[in-house]
T-cell receptor, first 117, second 115 residues
Framework: AQTVTQSQPEMSVQEAETVTLSCTYD???????LFWYKQPPSRQMILVIR??????QNATENRFSVNFQKAAKSFSLKISDSQLGDAAMYFC??????????????FGKGTLLTVNP | DGGITQSPKYLFRKEGQNVTLSCEQN?????MYWYRQDPGQGLRLIYY???????QKGDIAEGYSVSREKKESFPLTVTSAQKNPTAFYLC??????????????FGPGTRLTVL
């Protein structure tokens, strides 16, 4: 079974600075998807960014980018120019690309990000 | 506006009672999901449905039941057999992964408290 580990329960960053959230995963599969979701205090889950494992290029969405290291099974999220609105719980998630389990998202336990003004 | 709605936002239940959480989507998605979130935990999958009239158990299905009679609706019943039902429940939907879809869209959630 796949597992997702977020080793940083809490992180903080100064407004306008850059922060990196860590995520590692364990899988024997070669094809899969990885996601970062954001959950602000409203508790609405919002997709931040996704990465297809077969793509070597790291995904980027505006101020958000990932460092995907497939061999190391690492998928970190970098937030540049942090804003107060980035304060939230961030979850890393894994989804298989094939087979009957390919509907399931496996989540890490989350990293609570605080942005200081 | 397309999206996912969940009701109620807050729900209180007495021990021994069954309760049903509503989830409706107008995104024309085939797949729907129920997750449970506890403090300090990520989301854990309760049930999912790939298509109408079909559903599969997730990782923590014991004490829960679902139905999928309509494409738009995927209600979750928390039965009295669920030993610790107090949690935040999230519903999600997606296009079928076989059709290239892989993003799950989430509803706003229901907070269930057992008194």
């Amino acid at each position: 079974a796949q597992t997702v580990t977020q080793s940083q329960p809490e992180m903080s960053v100064q407004e306008a600075e850059t922060v990196t959230l860590s995520c590692t995963y364990d899988t024997s599969e070669s094809d899969y998807y990885l996601f970062w979701y954001k959950q602000p205090p409203s508790r609405q889950m919002i997709l931040v960014i996704r990465q297809e494992a077969y793509k070597q290029q790291n995904a980027t969405e505006n101020r958000f980018s990932v460092n995907f290291q497939k061999a190391a099974k690492s998928f970190s999220l970098k937030i540049s120019d942090s804003q107060l609105g980035d304060a939230a719980m961030y979850f890393c998630a894994y989804r298989s690309a094939w087979g009957g389990s390919n509907y399931k998202l496996t989540f890490g336990k989350g990293t609570l990000l605080t942005v200081n003004p | 506006d397309g999206g996912i709605t969940q009701s109620p936002k807050y729900l209180f239940r007495k021990e021994g009672q069954n309760v049903t959480l509503s989830c409706e989507q107008n995104l024309n998605h085939d797949a729907m999901y129920w997750y449970r979130q506890d403090p300090g935990q990520g989301l854990r999958l309760i049930y999912y449905s790939q298509i109408v009239n079909d559903f599969q158990k997730g990782d923590i299905a014991e004490g829960y039941s679902v139905s999928r009679e309509k494409k738009e609706s995927f209600p979750l019943t928390v039965t009295s057999a669920q030993k610790n039902p107090t949690a935040f429940y999230l519903c999600a939907s997606s296009t079928s992964p076989g059709q290239g879809g892989n993003e799950q869209f989430f509803g706003p959630g229901t907070r269930l408290t057992v008194l």
